[in-house]
């Protein structure tokens, strides 16, 4: 690795220094310009020195959000400059995606491997979306969950012989609407009567066992998402 030029922005004195021993000890090549506790520290700095990387702290001042501005902000300015967020937000994912959104080029988070050589290289080399061990778990995590989802629904849709009509009816269904409302979407090419029919039909094919007479709206659309036929995620109604 060549040497470059860091900024580390972190508001906890005793992490500063531990972050700085990181850079001296396992990434010789850092040539640390500044730190800066504080956004207006930061500015400052920025203002007098053009980092190749600044490492940067989400949880300023005890505000989460102030490391998201700032990163949003630089990359608008200086989107050639690397910003790779080093933070003990170990929990709050929504954040994490608010720092990618921002531009940020990796996210690593002050738990297990922290942050090596490797990391700083990869950024500074252009790749993007790097992560330590902690964050990587997460992500492979939801990443399966996403995956097996998608596969269960799928086979819902292949086991019960679902087909886009149906999905449409109880994905409306699920959002409140009438079968006089439902008959009336343009991506729905039967009225209210075949509609009957059609719920009648899924009634029986999700209730094989059961008295279809039990069976009412809320109970289909239920077993619906049960079944993974519809995704609560993605319940957007068709154009009317």
């Known amino acids: 690795m060549d040497k470059f030029n860091v ?3 972190e508001d906890v004195m005793l992490e ?13 090549e850092a040539n640390i310009i500044g730190t800066a506790q504080t956004e207006a520290e ?21 505000s989460t959000t102030v490391g998201v501005d700032i990163c949003k902000r630089l990359k608008q300015q200086s989107p050639q400059i690397k910003v790779l967020i080093f933070t003990g ?25 922290l942050l090596t050589p490797g990391d700083v290289a990869s950024v500074l080399s252009g790749k993007h979306y790097v992560f330590n061990q902690p964050i990587l ?4 995590k939801r990443f399966r969950q996403s995956v097996m989802g998608e596969y ?22 699920a959002l409140g609407y009438t079968k006089d409302m439902i008959a009336n979407l343009r991506s729905m090419p039967f009225g209210t009567k075949s509609l009957e029919k059609r719920q009648a ?40």
């Open 7 to 9: 900024i580390i922005v």
């Open 152 to 173: 269960r629904r799928q086979e819902a849709f292949v086991k019960y012989d679902i087909d886009e009509y149906d999905e449409i009816f109880l994905r409306h269904l």
């Open 89 to 113: 937000e170990v929990l709050n994912e929504k954040l994490w995606v608010d720092a990618l959104d921002a531009g940020a080029d990796g996210i690593i988070l002050k738990s297990g491997e």
């Open 137 to 140: 778990k997460k992500i492979v």
């Open 16 to 28: 500063l220094r531990g972050t700085i021993e990181i850079f001296r000890n396992e990434i010789p």
């Open 201 to 240: 039909e899924l009634i029986s094919r999700l209730f094989p066992t059961a008295d279809s007479q039990r069976i009412n709206v809320p109970r289909l659309v239920t077993r619906a998402f049960e079944l993974r036929i519809l995704d609560v995620d993605d319940l957007e109604p068709d154009e009317e």
């Open 42 to 62: 930061f500015w400052k700095l920025i203002a007098d020195h053009t980092p190749d990387l600044v490492l940067l702290d989400l949880g300023l001042g005890g």
